[in-house]
């Protein structure tokens, strides 16, 4: 399985917000789509990435304001990436190694989507359920000849 798959399947959706936003507007807008992390864009340029964490350990371990900070001041900008051939465990790899829980799909410079752990963690998952699935008609003398 590859990244492509994952986005078919979950819709290439791009959650984003500019880098001269405020902290508190993009967590709002997380809480409001219940997602860890937006990509930072400047028009359809990729600027950086803004997750949970950075907020965390940016803002309120720092005692900065949400309502005062901008996103461009906590966001991470050397951004980890992936591309939509890129597989699956490739991507669980990255995300082990880097301990991070968000990778920007990225396709000619363009970023197509976002991919989290939970999104790698289901097609996991599928992937093992239809191995099982196939097994299991075979052992029991289902499988097609």
């Not at 461009?72 to 992936?82: A, E, H, K, L, P």
């Not at 991919?115 to 029991?140: C, M, N, P, T, W």
């Amino acid at each position: 399985m590859i990244v492509r798959d994952i986005l078919k399947n979950k819709g290439y959706d791009i959650h984003s917000i500019s880098a001269d936003q405020t902290v508190f507007e993009a967590i709002a807008k997380m809480d409001e789509l219940d997602i860890g992390a937006l990509v930072v864009m400047d028009g359809s340029q990729l600027m950086g990435i803004l997750s949970e964490r950075d907020y965390r350990s940016k803002v309120i371990l720092k005692g900065r304001t949400s309502k005062e900070t901008k996103v461009s001041t906590i966001m991470t900008g050397d951004v980890i990436c992936v591309g939509p051939q890129d597989s699956v465990e490739s991507c669980m790899s990255i995300m082990t190694d880097k301990k991070i829980r968000h990778l920007p799909v990225l396709e000619n410079n363009s970023v197509r989507g976002v991919i989290s752990i939970g999104d790698l963690v289901k097609a996991i998952i599928s992937k093992q359920k239809g191995e099982i699935s196939h097994l299991r008609h075979y052992i029991q003398g289902e499988y097609p000849r």
